[in-house]
């Protein structure tokens, strides 16, 4: 039998995210490096691209448009408007169109490119290291094989969970922005190591493996967050001290308003 051939990604975009999914893809073996395509009109961001990737980046989305078979839309969403103008010419049915847009509802695509097949995805960054937390919502014209391949794609790289589009905005403001939350968690830990004598790089490390294996917890045993707090939390013992201090600084108030807040944000930006 004749080989199926895969088809031909192209993002439009060359920033962080994009950069990150293709060299998660090739490095997973979904994609060969001279697959991939990608456009970007600054000459910067192209070389970024290519150095971490090894795929074409060529200055004019066009040609991305017409050597491709699945377009990832990966500019800022205030930069879409633009793009579209650009491209709808030549988007033709056959087209996938992945979105990992902010706040970029599927109507507002399929009403302003006219034509092609729409999924939405939100991802995040950790797809880097194979860790990626993602969701995606299919549009009314995406096929069966659409979103096989969405779903491979993006579980290639973490775990991908398919979601009413409704609920996208509120992945936004909890995978989407979380990594930095996260990684703000981890900058005070490691300032509190620091701050009861240990070596800045060694502090660093204990707060990023800590979490690291609190979520490998979480994540492989199934319990609740509350059980696995609690088999750590002896009665007047060190770690009761701790939670009590935290919540005196109210991070749990804290950490649900940065969820709220980046979720809003991106309706916002949906709207704008």
Request: hydrophobic share 45%; charged share 20%; glycine share 10%.
């Amino acid at each position: 039998m004749p080989e199926v051939r895969r088809p031909r990604i192209g993002f439009l975009g060359a920033g962080q995210m994009a950069g990150a999914l293709a060299r998660a893809w090739s490095a997973h073996g979904l994609i060969e490096p001279s697959e991939g395509l990608a456009s970007d009109p600054n000459p910067e961001a192209r070389s970024r691209f290519v150095e971490r990737c090894g795929w074409r980046c060529l200055p004019s989305n066009r040609d991305v448009v017409v050597e491709s078979d699945v377009l990832i839309l990966a500019v800022k969403p205030q930069a879409l408007a633009a793009l579209i103008d650009d491209v709808r010419p030549l988007v033709k049915s056959h087209h996938l169109i992945i979105s990992i847009l902010a706040g970029v509802p599927l109507a507002r695509l399929e009403k302003e490119i006219g034509t092609g097949r729409f999924i939405r995805v939100m991802p995040n960054t950790p797809c880097l290291v194979g860790a990626s937390a993602s969701a995606y919502s299919p549009g009314p014209t995406a096929t069966a094989e659409d979103i096989d391949l969405v779903d491979r794609l993006f579980n290639a790289v973490g775990k991908a969970y398919r979601l009413p589009e409704s609920l996208l905005d509120a992945v936004t403001g909890l995978s989407g922005s979380g990594p930095a939350f996260v990684y703000t968690i981890i900058e005070a830990l490691s300032d509190g190591g620091v701050r009861v004598g240990l070596p800045r790089d060694v502090a660093t490390g204990l707060a990023a493996q800590t979490l690291l294996g609190a979520a490998r917890m979480v994540l492989e045993t199934g319990w609740h967050p509350a059980q696995l707090k609690e088999m750590v939390t002896s009665p007047g013992g060190t770690t009761i001290a701790g939670l009590h201090a935290l919540e005196r600084g109210s991070l749990r108030a804290t950490l649900i308003d940065a969820v709220v807040a980046a979720t809003q944000r991106a309706a916002e930006l949906g709207k704008e």
